[in-house]
């Protein structure tokens, strides 16, 4: 298979469809008044030919830097195709950047204008950002944006006639992708149209897709992930995108769209199980799984409660999500894949198979794709969605790419006699005890699986051995705020150590266990936009108290 010479670009794809199907529905967008917009092929592919004649009205130097700020939404992807169809350069924000680093990533990409998009200054960081952002910087308002003083996308598109668009060559600069940087500056990834869909070109390999599905789009759009698995499938395959309205109605929207692929993060899948299990407990799971007639109707259930029962293909990826949590899933008949990837191969890197999946492993390379494993066990990728370099910062370029081409992941792993990959940690989180031993800490978190347990970060450098913070659940969080006992969950918790420890070198056994007060959020910084763990900002926040946490001396500590 390769790329359909008609779709050799999103631009070229947006076309594509509106000339075949030009009255099916492409973006469906809900609203918070309760109403739903759906916008056909036709109309979106009129929409940014309108908005790509405005922009060539501004004079902007050819391949200008353009940034889109917002939530996900269909004027998001709208926009990001009017910016290439007037021969630009997209460069997404995230929506929950602090003032500051907003500001460096518009200077740095040399930003000549911004498309302002759906904030509201409560789950994003737009009340940081609003002062930050240059006074004489261009804005476009797009529906649901936070001002009101600037031009508006609707009103432009409804007064500019449309031009024929720009059809960009393949190998054109075609976004500045900014790291969501666990520590330092983000560093700005530059991809290609070419290697933006090269994606498309992989995932037909791997299993059917078509112009039928449904997906919705709520991970952040900013992040390669969205964009490679829902914004770039959804236009080269021509199907269905739904997004959602807010946290509050994101099981509304996800039950509207009943999506058939679904990509999501180990924290959400998370989330969605510890949900069931607040409504049906895994004993009382354990049971009725067990009944031959009932065991199929509760899965069902189950998986049509959670808006997931036409979902044929679903995938998680960004982090790793333990082999307890998949198994589960695929027990309720929802066979949960494993993918791998990075910004700086734009998500193309590795997967699972259907029906060929390795519990533990991220899957085998993509088609195309080169993989080893280089100095001190580290991941080493060549992809066909490898980056063009970072702007603006070619030493960081040069050590991050090989002499023959491949990526330094940073992420440590194994390969198998099969070709399966098994990431073992990340090369800068290792740490060393007291006693100047390794502890790598993703292994030991992957083990740890309370059922109330949210997210865990494993910590204790120079300390004697390692500890670990454990998040518990919004719900049991709620509880215990109102009085419940936890002396039954303290004791649970120490029994999830000891089976951990049992499985741990003596270097590795976990000294206790800390259950967190402050939640980990996208909005305090501990965590990142696809919601991994910043291990630095936690360890940091919480590395004051370690030496008095040592010093109790018991399994279990409450922080609260």
Request: proline letters at 6%; hydrophobic letters at 40%.
């Amino acid at each position: 298979m390769a790329i359909d010479p008609q779709k050799k670009t999103s631009v070229h794809s947006l076309f594509y469809w509106a000339e075949q199907t030009p009255d099916k529905v492409y973006l469906t967008q809900p609203y918070p008044d309760g109403s739903v917009e759906d916008i056909t092929w036709a109309q979106a592919a009129d929409q940014v030919s309108r908005m790509a004649a405005y922009l060539g009205t501004l004079n902007l130097p050819e391949g200008s830097s353009i940034a889109i700020l917002g939530k996900n939404s269909a004027h998001w992807v709208l926009a990001d195709l009017a910016i290439w169809a007037a021969g630009h350069v997209s460069v997404p924000l995230y929506p929950t950047l602090n003032g500051e680093t907003a500001a460096y990533v518009l200077e740095h990409s040399g930003a000549r204008l911004m498309f302002l998009g759906k904030l509201d200054g409560t789950a994003d960081g737009w009340n940081d950002i609003k002062g930050y952002i240059p006074a004489e910087l261009p804005i476009i308002s797009l529906p649901l944006s936070p001002r009101n003083d600037t031009p508006k996308w609707l009103d432009i598109v409804a007064g500019q006639s449309p031009a024929v668009p720009t059809l960009p060559d393949p190998d054109d600069l075609a976004t500045i992708v900014y790291t969501s940087g666990s520590t330092g500056r983000p560093k700005g990834v530059m991809h290609s149209f070419r290697t933006m869909i090269s994606v498309a070109d992989g995932l037909q390999q791997l299993f059917p897709v078509s112009s039928s599905e449904r997906m919705l789009s709520y991970l952040p759009l900013a992040h390669v992930a969205e964009r490679a698995a829902v914004e770039t499938q959804s236009l080269y395959y021509g199907f269905h995108l739904y997004f959602a309205n807010s946290l509050e109605t994101f099981q509304e929207d996800l039950q509207r769209a009943r999506p058939t692929l679904f990509f999501s993060v180990p924290r959400l899948w998370m989330k969605f199980y510890l949900g069931v299990n607040a409504k049906l407990p895994p004993k009382k799971q354990k049971v009725l799984f067990n009944i031959p007639i009932v065991r199929s109707l509760v899965k069902k259930k189950v998986l049509r409660q959670l808006g997931l029962d036409h979902c044929r293909a679903a995938l998680t990826g960004a982090a790793p999500l333990s082999a307890e949590i998949i198994s589960w899933y695929r027990g309720l008949g929802l066979e949960l894949l494993e993918v791998y990837g990075m910004s700086e191969n734009f998500g193309y890197s590795h997967a699972n198979r259907p029906g060929q999946a390795k519990a533990g492993s991220v899957g085998m390379a993509n088609p195309g794709v080169e993989h080893r494993i280089g100095e001190g066990g580290e991941v080493q990728v060549k992809s066909p969605g490898q980056m063009l370099g970072y702007f603006n910062n070619e030493e960081k370029t040069r050590e991050d790419i090989t002499a023959d081409g491949f990526l330094k992941t940073g992420d440590m792993g194994e390969i198998d006699q099969e070709g399966y990959l098994r990431i073992t940690g990340r090369v800068k989180d290792l740490f060393k005890t007291s006693k100047g031993k390794y502890v790598v800490p993703v292994p030991i978190e992957n083990r740890f699986n309370h059922p109330m347990a949210e997210v865990v970060c494993v910590a204790g450098a120079n300390q004697p051995q390692p500890c670990l913070m454990v998040l518990l659940s919004e719900d049991v969080r709620g509880e215990l705020d109102r009085g419940a006992d936890r002396a039954e969950l303290e004791q649970e918790l120490a029994r999830e150590l000891d089976a951990v420890n049992a499985a741990s070198e003596a270097h590795e056994k976990v000294a206790f266990v800390v259950v967190v007060r402050e939640p980990w959020t996208m909005e305090n910084g501990m965590l990142t936009p696809t919601m991994k763990i910043k291990r630095n900002v936690i360890e940091d926040f919480y590395n004051q108290k370690m030496d008095e946490w040592f010093a109790q001396k018991r399994k279990v500590i409450w922080e609260f």
